[in-house]
C-alpha cells in the first residue's frame, strides 16, 4: 500500500528553505561538484594527452587506435560503478548516507591527486598504462557510490513538494564540475600554452584535487545523517540482506532506471570528453577557443539542469525528462553540420542546444529515482541503476564516437548513435508512473 504526502503544486525554487536544508544542499552540490571534477579532469586528459603520455609506441604505429584506446580507459572505470554501487550502497543501506557521503569523496580525491604524480611511458614502460587504469578503476568504483549517497541525502531532507529541486544540487556539481575542469585547462593552454600543458601542465589540474577534497570533507561531515535513515534506526527496520531484496524484488526498478539514465549519460560524456578532442585534433580549431566554448557550454548545462530540478516539481518528472530527451532527438544530428563548419559562434549553439537536453533530462533524476524504492534498499537501488546505466551510455561513448569517425568519417552519424539511445531512454522513461507525494520512510513500497 503506497502513502501519500500532500504536495503543493506549482512550487519549487528555493523559498522558505531553512538553515539545515541549505547546509544539505550546499554538501551535496559541493561533494558532487568535485567527484565529477576529478571525474572529468580525466575524461578530457585521456582525449588530448593520455595517447602520447602513457600509450608511446601505439600513438607511433597507429595514432587512432591510440586515441581509440585512451578513450577506452574511461570506460573501463565504469564496470567498476556497480561494484562501487553495490557495496557503498549496501553499507550506506545499513551503516548511514553520511559515512559513504565522505568515504568516496576521499578515495575519489585520493586517485586523482595519484595520477598527477604517475611516471610516463617513456620512463616505466607499460607500468605507466597499467597504474593509469588501476587509478582509474579506483575512480569508478567511487563514482559508483557516490551518487546515491548525494542524491539521498537531498531528496530524504527535502519538502515533498520540492524532492526534485532539492535533487537537483547533486545533478547541478556535475556541470559545475565540468565547468571547473575545462576552466582549470583553458587558462593552462592560455598560460602555458599547448606544448607544455601536454608535456606537463596537465598534472596540474589533477594535483589540485587534493584542496578540493578538504574542503568538500569537512563540508560533508558537517551534515547530519539522513531524516529517513534516522528513523529507519528508530523503528530498527533495516533489512537483514538488502542486497538480496533488492535484486530479488526490485529487479525491475534497476532495470528502468537503468535505461532511463543511458542516453543522457552516453551524450554527457560525447560533450565532456569527444567533443573537444573532436574540435582540437580532427577539425584543428584553436584550443582556447574550444576550452572556452566547451565551458560556457557547461554554464548552460548547470542552467538547464537547475531547470529541470523545478520543473520536475511543476510538471512532473516523467513529463520533464521526456522533453528533455524529445530534445536530444531532434538536435542530435543538427548540432554535428554546426560543429563542422569550424566556426566557434556555431560549435556554442551546438553545444547548448545538448546541453538544453541533458539538463531537463537529468535535474529531476534524483526525485524520480528516490520515490521508485523504499527506504530499506533506495541506496543500494539508485546507485546500482545509475551505475548500470552509465555502462550502457557514456561509458565507452567517446571510443564509439571516435571509431565512428574513424571508420565513416562523418561526424553526423555519432548524432544517429545518441538519437538512437535517447530514443530507447524515452520510452524506458514513459513506463515510470510519476510519484511525487509517495511518503520517502521506511513504510514506503515500490508499485
Known amino acids: 500500500m503506497e502513502t501519500y504526502v500532500a504536495a503543493a503544486p506549482g512550487r519549487g525554487g528555493a523559498v522558505g528553505v531553512s538553515a539545515d536544508e541549505k547546509r544539505v544542499l550546499v554538501a551535496t552540490l559541493v561533494g558532487t561538484t568535485i567527484e565529477w571534477y576529478d571525474f572529468f579532469v580525466y575524461a578530457q586528459a585521456a582525449g588530448l594527452v593520455f595517447g602520447p603520455q602513457f600509450f608511446g609506441p601505439m600513438v607511433q604505429n597507429n595514432p587512432l587506435l591510440a586515441q581509440i584506446v585512451s578513450f577506452a580507459t574511461i570506460g573501463l572505470s565504469f564496470l567498476f560503478r556497480p561494484l562501487g554501487a553495490v557495496l557503498c550502497g549496501h553499507l550506506g543501506d545499513r551503516l548511514g548516507r553520511r559515512a559513504m557521503f565522505v568515504m568516496t569523496l576521499v578515495l575519489m580525491g585520493v586517485a586523482t591527486a595519484a595520477i598527477g604524480v604517475l611516471p610516463t611511458y617513456a620512463q616505466i614502460g607499460a607500468w605507466a598504462p597499467a597504474l593509469l ?8 568504483f567511487s563514482a559508483g557510490g557516490e551518487w546515491g549517497g548525494a542524491a539521498l541525502m537531498a531528496v530524504e531532507h527535502a519538502p515533498a513538494h520540492r524532492r526534485s529541486f532539492f535533487g537537483s544540487f547533486p545533478q547541478i ?3 559545475i564540475g565540468m565547468i571547473l575542469a575545462t576552466g582549470v585547462l583553458w587558462i593552462l593552454t592560455t598560460t602555458l600554452g599547448k606544448s607544455a600543458v601536454a608535456e606537463w601542465g596537465w598534472r596540474i589540474p589533477f594535483l589540485f584535487s587534493i584542496v578540493l577534497i578538504v574542503i568538500g570533507a569537512v563540508i560533508r561531515r558537517s551534515v547530519e545523517e539522513s531524516p529517513v535513515f534516522a528513523e529507519m534506526i528508530r523503528r530498527q527496520k533495516e533489512s537483514s540482506a538488502p542486497l538480496r531484496d533488492l535484486f530479488g524484488n526490485h529487479s525491475a526498478e534497476i532495470f528502468r532506471t537503468a535505461l532511463v539514465f543511458m542516453a543522457n549519460n ?5 560533450f565532456i570528453a569527444f567533443m573537444i578532442s573532436y574540435g582540437l585534433n580532427t577539425l584543428k580549431m584553436p584550443a582556447d577557443q574550444v576550452l572556452l566554448v566547451s565551458t560556457l557550454g557547461a554554464v548552460s548545462w548547470f542552467v538547464f539542469t537547475l531547470a529541470g530540478g523545478v520543473l520536475g516539481d511543476r ?6 525528462f521526456q522533453v528533455g530527451y524529445a530534445i536530444l532527438v531532434l538536435w542530435a544530428v543538427p548540432m554535428w553540420f554546426l560543429i563542422d563548419t569550424r566556426n566557434i559562434l556555431l560549435f556554442f549553439v551546438a553545444a547548448v542546444g545538448l546541453t538544453m537536453g541533458l539538463g531537463l533530462s537529468y535535474g529531476p533524476q534524483a526525485a524520480l529515482y528516490a520515490e521508485l524504492y523504499p527506504a530499506k534498499v533506495r541506496y543500494s537501488g539508485v546507485s546500482v541503476g545509475y551505475a548500470l546505466g552509465a555502462i550502457l551510455g557514456g561509458a565507452f561513448a567517446p571510443m ?3 571509431w565512428i569517425i574513424g571508420v565513416y568519417g562523418s561526424s553526423w552519424a555519432i548524432g544517429v548513435y ?6 530507447i531512454s524515452l520510452a524506458a522513461v514513459s513506463t515510470i508512473r510519476d510519484r511525487p507525494g509517495i511518503d520517502l ?3 514506503s513500497t515500490t508499485p
Not at 587504469?133 to 569508478?140: E, H
Not at 510538471?315 to 520533464?320: F, K, L, S
Open 400 to 402: 564509439i564516437a571516435q
Open 441 to 443: 520512510h521506511v513504510d
Open 266 to 270: 552516453a551524450a554527457g560524456y560525447i
Open 418 to 423: 545518441i538519437m538512437i539511445l535517447s530514443i
Open 173 to 175: 556539481g556535475t556541470p
Open 315 to 320: 510538471w512532473g518528472r516523467v513529463r520533464t
Open 133 to 140: 587504469i588501476l587509478m582509474r578503476v579506483l575512480q569508478g
